[in-house]
């Protein structure tokens, strides 16, 4: 009987210590899958410590089923996850961090939803999460303000499985600097399963999520995948019409009836609001503008510096 192929894809940013124990518990994982074959490839996201070089170790001594590429820099989780996508084989393709939060042994749950539901995504969630308060806040503003949308209200997450279809259409089509994957994912399918995962502490350092970094990219989610700032600006022009317009009736009402003069103040304030808006509105359409820029230059998601 031939075996389902499963690709697991697995972005680095310095977690040497944590390596082995992921590739170890990772075999372990799938030799209780007699039904599946596997390959892991492992993606080191510009690492600051001695990430590669425990990859190679690792790749030395389970060379049949690990790939190990390296960048040249740091571009982000989802970038190399879309590196990774590149270089899958398998049938159907898994996410998950570097960070054993997603403990190797919850894959099978969300093999065997999809077996059942015959699903083309399926996510693992955690009811309780163990990340820190930053970046449980910024994930939580990213899902309740961004406008992907799934069937499940609870959002998505890192931990998913993908159909290879899918995969090899985001490698196709989302080859630009910014990657926002469920929003991507959302805009090709909506047949999507949710099932409960452990989710567990961080064995080592700290998350590579800070409250900036999580601001950056949420701003590049609203320009790159979202027209919320333009609907904003709409919402801004309407309101402020409207209210210019009472005040108009009022100076209006009060010149004719009670002969008061126009006054300077108001004046001054009805420029200074209008200008203030105004030049708003063209920072937001300035920032579009730029990101259409960006892309027109063709800049890549990310640069390969070695693949073993």
């Not at 190797?104 to 699903?119: C, F, H, N, R, Y």
Request: proline share 3%.
């Amino acid at each position: 009987m031939t075996k389902t192929k499963i690709s697991v894809v697995i972005p680095v940013f310095n977690s040497s210590e944590i390596i082995p124990e992921l590739v170890e518990r990772m075999i372990a994982t799938f030799a209780k899958l007699s039904n599946y074959q596997f390959e892991l490839i492992m993606v080191n996201d510009g690492s600051e410590d001695r990430s590669w070089e425990e990859l190679k170790i690792q790749k030395n001594e389970f060379s049949e089923f690990l790939k190990i590429i390296n960048f040249t820099k740091n571009y982000g989780q989802h970038n190399a996850i879309l590196c990774g996508f590149s270089f899958c084989t398998g049938d159907f393709v898994i996410t998950m961090d570097d960070d054993l939060q997603h403990p190797p042994e919850e894959i099978g749950k969300l093999i065997e939803a999809q077996k059942i539901k015959d699903v083309d995504i399926v996510y693992g969630m955690y009811k309780v999460k163990h990340h820190s308060f930053i970046r449980n806040l910024g994930s939580l503003f990213i899902r309740k303000t961004s406008e992907y949308k799934k069937q499940n209200e609870e959002g998505g997450s890192s931990f998913r499985m993908i159909r290879r279809n899918l995969v090899d259409i985001l490698v196709e089509k989302h080859a630009q600097h910014f990657l926002f994957l469920d929003s991507a994912l959302n805009w090709y399918n909506t047949n999507i399963e949710v099932v409960e995962v452990n989710h567990q502490s961080r064995k080592q350092g700290k998350t590579g999520y800070s409250l900036t970094k999580l601001f950056n990219i949420y701003i590049n989610i609203m320009y790159y995948y979202s027209t919320k700032p333009l609907k904003v600006i709409i919402f801004i022009g309407l309101f402020s019409s409207l209210i210019s317009f009472l005040l108009g009736l009022r100076f209006i009402y009060n010149k004719f009836i009670h002969n008061v003069p126009l006054g300077y103040t108001s004046i001054i304030v009805a420029i200074m609001f209008s200008t203030s808006l105004i030049l708003f509105c063209l920072g937001v359409i300035g920032n579009y503008l730029y990101k259409l820029y960006q892309l027109q230059q063709n800049k890549p998601p990310y640069s390969i510096k070695n693949v073993l």
